[in-house]
């Protein structure tokens, strides 16, 4: 998977069969945070999610940025691996929505 970091976007983004996935974080308080996580339907159920959410996070950890999340997905991503030593966002909702 050809995953590029769009750090002007603040975006890893991926394309596979003609579409278009991508984690969108913003980097605040020491941490990169990933704000969204889309994957088309039409590609879901590869691994694209995760492997985009681990990129950012690896990408994190290089730049001594904390793991942040307010994306359902991420928190979700953030639970099954510890190892990351991440947080979950305030603007988290508890419910797959954000508290903005």
Known sequence: MDIQ???AKKKFRVEVDGYTAYVAYDIHDG???IRHTIVPEEIGG???ASALVKTAYDYAACHG???IATCSYAV???KRHPEYEGDIS?????????AL
Do not use: M, N, Q, V
């Open 90 to 98: 305030s603007d988290y909702g508890g419910d797959g929505t954000c």
């Open 46 to 48: 590869r691994g694209i």
């Open 76 to 78: 979700t991503w953030l």
């Open 31 to 33: 941490g990169l945070d």
């Open 65 to 67: 940025l904390k793991p």
């Open 5 to 7: 970091h769009d750090e």
